[in-house]
C-alpha cells in the first residue's frame, strides 16, 4: 500500500515528465522546419503553403525568435479559442463530437468531485475503521483514510452518506447523459441539414444481389429497381473487385519510392551509379543499374495498372455482387435504405450508403452467410484473445530467458555474463513480448473487424473501439482489482455465486485505489502530453524528408497528420469514466486525477483537431450511441460493485436500495435509446423531404446524374484518372415503366416480358 | 417413487376418463339439439342452416338413428380429411399454422423415440447403478431403471450413447425447426399473395401524433402525410374516443336481455305479469312493470346511443392522436410502416395496420412515455406475480380454514362437525384459492398486455401466450423439479455459482419423471379430450336457449363458437416440447406420453377448428417467430440441464462436448431469425409491386377511397349502421402538391404558407 509520499513521488515524476513533454513541444513547434508535423492541417487545407519564417539566417529550419520560446504555453488558450460552430467547419463533427466526450468527463465528474470532497471525504476521515488494523498486519496508508475502507464494519449511520452520494452520482451522470445525448442528436440533425450536397445522401449500399442466370448483375440491379422504385430509382455503380489493381498500384508506388531514393542518392554523390543485386533482398546476386532499373520497373507497372483498369471497365467479371444505388431524391433513397425489398432477406440488402472516402471497398462481395460464419468465428478469437492472451505471451517469456539466447547464441555468453547487462536483459526481455502484444493490439482488433466484414471504416473503428473496451475492462480493470489472468478470472466467476461476484471485486476496489491513480498519471497525463510531441511522426517525416523527398508535393506526401484514432482513443476515456464512477463513492481521492486527465486531454485534443488531425471520413458523430452505452455499463458496473462492497460491510439493509439504482440505470438507457438513437441510424423521411423540396427550389435543373457518376467508383480508379462512362453500366433511358427482361422465369417481374425489344438490352 | 404399477393405474384412469369424455362428445354431437354447439363453424359461414334431422318424432332434438351411435368415432378420420389448403379457405391460415404445432411436436418426438427406445433404453437397462442403492433408504423403482440414473457414476463409455443421444436430438430438432419455419414463412407469403384485397393492406397506423396549437388532428394529419408522401397518400381514418359509446351499447345489451327474458316470462305465465323491484339489486324498493320498464329503458339508451355517436361524429374534441392512413398502393403503405416519419423518434410512429376486426380500439391514443412507463409497471407487476403469487393465496387459504368460517358463521358450525364433511372442506378449501387463481391467470395476464399497450388483440394474445410460459416453465417446470415456491428458488439460484445451478436442476430430472408422467396424462390426455367436450358452452348454450332465445337470429348469438385461445394453449403445448427435450435424454419413457399427447390433440384441434372455432381475426400466422424461439429456449435448457446431470455423474469430459451444443444451437437461432423472421415482420417491396401492378390491370378503374370509407371506424359505429361519410374528416381533392396551412411556424411544411386559401381549411 502507497503512502501519500509514494504517491507524491509518483505524482511529482509524472509531471516531470508531461511538462517536460510540453516543453518539448513547445520548442519544436515553432521551428519551421518542423511546421509540417505539428501543423498539417492548415496545409492540407491549403490556408498555409510554407512555414512562417522570422527573418534572418537559417530562420528556414530554425526560429530565432526567442520571445517567442518565452510564451511556450501560449498554444493553450489558443486552442480553446475556436469556437465550436467553426470547428465543426474546420475540422467536421466527428472530431467536434470527439472532444465533446472529454467535456462530457469533466462536467460528469467536477461537480461529483466537489460533492465528494466536501460531504463523504469528512465522514470517510473522521473515522478509526482502519485503527483497528493497525495491529494486524494489513497495511494501510493515510490515503485510505479518505476512503470507504476506514469506516468500520456495521456503521450503519456513516453508510448512509455513501447511499446518497451512490444516488446523486447515478441522477447527476444521467442527467448529463442524456443532455448530451439530446445536444449531440440536434447536433447531428442540425449538420446533416446544413451538409452540402453529398453524393451518400442520394445512395443506398445494395448487397448480396443474386445470381441469375439470363442477366448480368448490372441488368439484374437496373431492372431490380426500375420495377420496384419506378419513380425515384436514377442510376448505379458497379462495385469492381480491384484487389490485383489495388497491389499493382501499391508496388508501384513503392518502386517510385525506392527510384526516387535512388536517384536522390545519385544527385550527391554524381561519380558512383547506384546498382541494385537482383538476388534475394537486395543482398546478392547480378548487379544492375538502380535507376534504370526501377524506372522500368515504373513503366512496366504503370503499363500494367492501365490494362488492369481496362481489364476492370470493359469486362463483367470482376463485377461482384454489391453496388451503389443512387435515387432522384434523398426521400426516395431514405425509402430504399429503410425497407426491405426482396421476398428473401438475405437477398438485396439495402444500407445507407456511407461516404465514397469512408467505404470500406474489400468487404462489399461478401455473401450473407460468410457474414455470418465470420461473425461467428471473431466472436469465438475474441473471447480467446481476451481470455487466453497470456498464454503464447507467457510461452515466448518463457523462451526469452538469458539461458534461452546462451544456448541459441554461444557466441554472445561472454557479452551476457556482463552483470548489469544481465540484469537489465533480465528486467526487460520477459515484460517485451507482452508490450509488443499490447502495442499491436488494436491492429489485430482492427483486423477482426474487417475480417467480420463491415463497409464502412467508421463502422469497423467502432466495432474494434467496442472490443478494445471490453478488453481492457477485463484484463485493464479486472485483472488489475482481482489480480489473476482473465481466464482464472472467469472460471473463479463460473463457481461463484451471482451474489458473491461482485463482493469479490468490490472488496478489492479500495485497497487499488493508489495503483489506479498511478495508472492514470502514466497512462493519462504522460500519454497524452505525449501525444502532443508527435514523435514518432516528426521522425518519419524528418527521414522521409532527407531521403525521399525531392519536389514540394513529395513533402506534402510525407505528412502523415493521422486521424483522432477513435478505435485507441475512445476505450481509454472510456477506462477513465469507469475508474471515476467506480471509485466517486469508494475514494474520491482518485477524482482530481480524472479531472486533471479530462481537462488536459481536452485541451491538446482540441489543439490536435485544429491543426493536425485530418479525419479519413465524416461519420457525423454516428458514434455517440457507443460512447453513451459505455458509460451507462460504466456506471452500473460502478453501481454492482458499491453494492458488493457494502454488503461486506455489514451494511446489508443497503442492498435493496442499491439494488434499485440499476434498474433505474437501464429503465434510463432503454428510454434514451429509444429517444435518440434512431437519430444516429435512420434518416426520417421528413428531414429528407425538407430537403429535397428546398434543392428543387434553389437548384431545379440540377444534373444529379453527372454528379453521381464516379462518386463511388473505387479509390484505384479515382486516383488523378478520368474515369470513363464505361464503369457504370448505362444505356439511354428507355420508357420508365416497362423494363425489358431476358430471363426465361419473369416471376419477379410482373410486367408482361412479352412486349421486350430484343434489341434493347 | 413411482412404480410401473402406479403408473399403470394412473394410466388406466386417465384413460378412462379420456375415453369417456370422448364417448360423451361422440353421443351428444350427434344430437340435433346440440347442433350449434357442436358445429357452430358452419352454421357462421352459412353452409348450414339448421341441424340434421333422421326423421320420426323427436328427431328435433335426439338422434334416434341408432346405427350413428356405433360409427362414434369416426368424426377422428374425418377431421383428418380435409386437406391443407382447404383449411386455409376454411378457417384461416392461423389456425392452420397453430394446427402445425403439434404435427411439429409429432415430427420431432416420434423419431426421437424411436432412436432412443433402439439405442439407449437398452444401454441404461442393462446397468446396475441403482440396485447400489437398495441397501440405501432412496427408493426407486423399475421406471427408473429405463432412465439415466442407472447408470453407475463414472461409466463413461456408457454415457457417449447420451451425448450421442444428446447431438442427435439437438440436430434433429434444429432441422426440423428449421424446415417448418421455411415452410410456415412460404406459407404466409403465399397466403398473403393470394390474399383478396383487404384494407389492411393499405393502411398504416400512425400513433402519437404531436398536437399542434394552430391545427386539429385531422387537419395535421392530412398536410403532414401529403407532404411526406405525396405520391402516395390516399385518405385517412380518425380515432374516436369511443368509451362512452361502448359502455351505452353494453348496457343497452343487457337491458334488451332482460327484457327478452321478462318477455318469454310473460308469455309462458300470462296471467301475471312480471315486475321488476326498483331498489338495490332488484331485491327491494318500489315494484314497476317489467316489461314497460325495460322497454322504456332500451328505448332511452338507444336514443343516447344515436346522439352519442352524433356528437362523436361532428366534434373533433373526441379524436385520439392516431389514425388510420390508407395509401394509394401497397408500395406506399409498405414503405411508410417501414420508414421513420419524423426527426423526434417518438412522433408520428407508423406501423402496419392489422385487420379491422383485430385492432385494439382501448390502446390506440396512448402516448409514447406512458407506453414505456407502462411496459416497467407491467413488468415488475409481473416479475412479483410469477415470484410471489403463493403469499397472498397462502394467506386467503390461513383464513379459509374451518375455524375461520366457524367463527365467521357460528350457525354453520354443527354442520361443519360432521366428519365426512369436514374432511371434504379441509381437503378442498386450501386447493380452492390456488385453483381460482390458476383459472383467472391467463386473464389477469391478458388484462397485463392489455394495460401494457398493445394496439391489437393478436399482439395481445401472443404477449399474454409468452408471460404464461413463463410463468409455467418457472412455476410447473422449475417448481415440480426443484419443489420450493418460486422465490425460494430465486432465492438459491442467486447464491448459487452458474456452474451450480444447472447441476441442482440437473440432478433432480430423472426423479421427476413419474411425476411428469402423471402430469401429461391428468392436464394433456383428459385435458384435450375435455376440451373436444366444450362442456360450458354446451351448458350456456342450453340456458340461453330456455331463457333469452326468441328468433333464430337470437340463437345464433347464443352460440359461442370460441377461438383456439392462443394465450393458453400454445404455451401449454411449449411446455410439452420442453418436458419431452429434457427428458429425451434422461427418461424417454416420458416420450410415448408425449407423442399420444401430441397425436390426439392434433386430430381433437383438428376437429374443432374445422367444425367449431371461429377465429376473431387472422394473423396470418404472425406467431410463428414466438413458438419456434421457445421450443430453441426448450432445446438450449435441456442441453445445459444434461450437461448439469452428466458433470455429477462424474463424467466431466462430456462438458466441453455439451457446451459446444448450446453455442450451436444459438447461433442455430441466430440464423433462423435473421433468415425468415422478416417474414413475419415486414412487407417486401418487390412482393408489394407485385401485387400493386397486378391490380392496376386486372381492376384498373378502382374506386379505393370507397373501399376504405369506413374500413377501419370503431366497431361500434359499424354494428349495423350506415356510417356517414362526416367520420373521416375529408374534402375535395385540390391540388396535390400544394397543402394550405393555418400554423404560424411553417417548419414542418416545406412549402410557402403564403399561397394558402384563405376559405379552403
Do not use: W
Given at each position: 500500500m502507497a503512502t501519500i509520499n509514494d504517491i507524491g513521488v509518483a505524482a511529482a515524476i509524472n509531471i516531470v515528465t508531461a511538462v517536460a513533454f510540453l516543453i518539448a513541444f513547445a520548442i519544436l513547434r515553432i521551428q519551421p522546419v518542423n511546421d509540417r508535423v505539428y501543423f498539417p492541417k492548415w496545409y492540407l487545407k491549403g490556408l498555409r503553403t510554407s512555414s512562417i519564417q522570422t527573418g534572418g539566417f537559417g530562420s528556414k529550419f530554425i526560429?530565432?525568435?526567442?520571445?517567442s520560446y518565452v510564451r511556450f504555453l501560449n498554444w493553450m488558450p489558443e486552442a480553446l479559442k475556436m469556437p465550436e460552430p467553426e470547428l465543426v467547419d474546420h475540422a467536421g463533427l466527428d472530431s467536434v463530437v470527439y472532444l465533446r466526450i472529454y467535456l462530457l468527463g469533466l462536467k460528469i465528474f467536477f461537480p461529483i468531485a466537489c460533492v465528494a470532497f466536501t460531504a463523504m471525504v469528512p465522514v470517510n476521515w473522521?473515522?478509526?475503521?482502519?485503527?483497528?488494523?493497525?495491529?494486524?498486519?494489513?497495511s494501510y496508508s493515510?490515503?485510505?483514510?479518505?476512503?470507504?475502507?476506514n469506516i468500520p464494519n456495521g456503521s450503519v449511520s456513516r453508510f448512509w452518506v455513501h447511499l446518497c452520494m451512490a444516488y446523486a452520482i447515478t441522477f447527476w451522470t444521467c442527467f448529463m447523459l442524456k443532455r448530451e445525448y439530446q445536444n449531440i442528436a440536434l447536433m447531428r440533425l442540425q449538420f446533416l441539414a446544413n451538409d452540402?450536397?453529398?453524393?451518400n445522401q442520394y445512395t443506398v449500399l445494395v448487397r448480396n444481389i443474386p445470381t441469375d442466370p439470363h442477366e448480368s448483375i448490372c441488368e439484374l440491379v437496373e431492372h431490380f429497381f426500375k420495377v420496384n422504385h419506378p419513380d425515384h430509382y436514377l442510376t448505379f455503380q458497379a462495385v469492381h473487385d480491384a484487389t490485383k489493381l489495388s497491389e499493382l498500384v501499391r508496388t508501384r508506388k513503392q518502386m517510385q519510392n525506392l527510384l526516387d531514393y535512388t536517384n536522390n542518392k545519385h544527385m550527391r554523390a554524381q561519380s558512383k551509379r547506384p546498382v541494385v543485386k537482383m538476388g534475394f533482398l537486395g543482398c546478392c546476386g547480378e548487379e544492375v543499374d538502380g535507376i534504370k532499373y526501377y524506372t522500368s520497373m515504373v513503366e512496366s507497372l504503370t503499363r500494367e495498372i492501365s490494362e488492369e483498369k481496362q481489364r476492370l471497365r470493359t469486362g463483367?467479371?470482376?463485377?461482384?455482387?454489391?453496388a451503389f444505388v443512387s435515387f432522384k431524391s434523398r426521400w426516395g433513397a431514405a425509402v430504399c435504405a429503410q425497407t426491405q425489398q426482396?421476398?428473401?432477406?438475405?437477398?438485396w440488402l439495402t444500407e445507407w450508403a456511407a461516404e465514397p472516402r469512408d467505404?470500406?471497398?474489400?468487404?462489399?462481395?461478401?455473401?450473407y452467410v460468410d457474414l455470418k460464419i465470420r461473425r461467428i468465428i471473431v466472436a469465438v478469437a475474441y473471447f480467446f484473445l481476451t481470455f487466453f492472451f497470456m498464454i503464447p505471451i507467457a510461452f515466448v517469456q518463457s523462451l526469452a530467458n538469458i539461458e534461452g539466447i546462451e544456448k541459441a547464441f554461444p557466441f554472445l555468453k561472454a557479452l551476457i555474463e556482463v552483470k548489469l547487462l544481465k540484469s537489465i536483459i533480465q528486467g526487460f526481455l520477459p515484460g517485451i513480448a507482452l508490450k509488443i502484444f499490447l502495442l499491436f493490439l488494436p491492429r489485430i482488433l482492427m483486423q477482426m473487424s474487417k475480417f467480420e466484414g463491415f463497409v464502412s471504416n467508421s463502422s469497423l473503428e467502432r466495432r474494434a473501439a467496442s472490443r478494445f473496451y471490453m478488453f481492457q475492462f477485463i484484463n485493464v480493470f479486472l485483472g488489475s482489482i482481482i489480480t489473476g489472468t482473465a481466464f482464472e478470472q472467469l472460471n473463479s466467476f463460473l463457481n461463484q455465486s451471482a451474489n458473491d461476484i461482485p463482493k469479490t471485486i468490490g472488496v478489492s476496489i479500495p485497497m487499488k485505489a493508489t495503483f489506479f491513480i498511478t495508472y492514470i498519471m502514466v497512462d493519462g497525463w504522460a500519454g497524452v502530453a505525449g501525444e502532443i510531441l508527435r514523435l514518432k511522426p516528426l521522425i518519419i517525416y524528418h527521414l522521409k524528408n532527407s531521403f525521399?523527398?525531392?519536389t514540394e508535393q513529395d513533402r506534402e506526401e510525407a505528412t502523415?497528420?493521422?486521424?483522432?484514432?477513435f478505435n485507441t482513443g475512445e476505450p481509454q476515456i472510456q477506462l477513465y469514466f469507469l475508474l471515476g464512477l467506480v471509485y466517486a463513492?469508494?475514494?474520491?481521492?482518485?477524482l482530481p486525477f480524472i479531472i486533471i486527465f479530462f481537462g488536459l486531454a481536452y485541451i491538446v485534443y482540441r489543439h490536435q483537431v485544429i491543426n493536425v488531425y485530418n479525419q479519413?471520413?465524416?461519420?457525423?458523430?454516428?458514434?455517440w450511441p457507443d460512447v453513451h452505452r459505455r458509460v451507462v455499463t460504466a456506471l452500473i458496473v460502478s453501481q454492482l460493485l458499491l453494492m458488493g462492497l457494502l454488503s461486506t460491510k455489514q451494511a446489508p439493509k443497503s442492498t435493496p436500495l442499491l439494488l434499485v439504482l440499476p434498474v433505474l440505470t437501464i429503465g434510463f438507457h432503454m428510454h434514451c435509446k429509444g429517444r435518440y438513437q434512431p437519430a444516429f441510424v435512420t434518416y426520417p423521411l421528413q428531414e429528407a423531404m425538407i430537403k429535397d423540396t428546398l434543392e428543387r427550389t434553389r437548384?431545379?435543373?440540377?444534373?444529379l446524374k453527372a454528379f453521381f457518376r464516379?462518386?463511388?467508383?473505387h479509390p484505384e480508379f479515382r486516383v488523378g484518372e478520368n474515369l470513363?462512362?464505361?464503369?457504370?453500366?448505362e444505356r439511354p433511358d428507355r420508357t420508365p415503366d416497362l423494363v425489358a427482361t431476358k430471363r426465361g422465369s419473369w416471376r419477379n417481374t410482373p410486367l408482361p416480358s412479352k412486349h421486350s425489344w430484343p434489341d434493347s438490352v
Open positions: 526560429n530565432l525568435d526567442f520571445r473522521t473515522n478509526k475503521g482502519l485503527d483497528r488494523l493497525k495491529h494486524s498486519n494489513i493515510d490515503i485510505d483514510k479518505l476512503s470507504l475502507s452540402q450536397m453529398r453524393p463483367t467479371k470482376s463485377i461482384v455482387p454489391a426482396s421476398r428473401d432477406p438475405t437477398e467505404i470500406y471497398y474489400d468487404n462489399l462481395a461478401l455473401p525521399l523527398v525531392r502523415d497528420p493521422g486521424t483522432i484514432g463513492a469508494v475514494s474520491p481521492i482518485l479519413k471520413y465524416e461519420s457525423a458523430g454516428k458514434f437548384e431545379p435543373n440540377l444534373n464516379n462518386a463511388y467508383a470513363d462512362e464505361e464503369m457504370a453500366v
